[in-house]
Nanobody, 121 residues
Framework: HVQLVESGGGSVQAGGSLRLSCSGSGHSYSSYCVSWFRQVPGKEREAVARINKGNVTSYADSVKGRFTISEDHAENTLYLQMNSLKPEDTGVYYC????????????????WGQGTQVTVS
């Protein structure tokens, strides 16, 4: 079993920045790939950013150049640095664990965090 806890959400003005953190735990945590999703009001949950082996990163087109994903393996923590935030980035941000590989598909996620709200005005 894997536990994921997000933090760092909040309210910010357009153009501002936030840094989200996802702390992971569980005896099999090292077997999982953890990534970021978000659910914007009125839309389906979507993949935002992920890192796979070899530090291969992938980003949604809407966040490329503004968001940066990183991880601290020693601390089992995943980060999402969000810059130049826009009102359309408003939503609940989730970290998600998939076994071995981050596909970016919600249907393949094994564990979800509780989510953290990001509001951009």
């Amino acid at each position: 079993h894997v536990q994921l806890v997000e933090s760092g959400g909040g309210s910010v003005q357009a153009g501002g920045s936030l840094r989200l953190s996802c702390s992971g735990s569980g005896h099999s945590y090292s077997s999982y790939c953890v990534s970021w999703f978000r659910q914007v009001p009125g839309k389906e949950r979507e993949a935002v950013a992920r890192i796979n082996k070899g530090n291969v990163t992938s980003y949604a087109d809407s966040v490329k150049g503004r968001f940066t994903i990183s991880e601290d393996h020693a601390e089992n923590t995943l980060y999402l640095q969000m810059n130049s935030l826009k009102p359309e980035d408003t939503g609940v941000y989730y970290c998600a664990a998939e076994r071995f590989y981050c596909s970016g598909y919600t249907t393949r996620v094994d564990y979800w965090g509780q989510g953290t709200q990001v509001t951009v005005s």
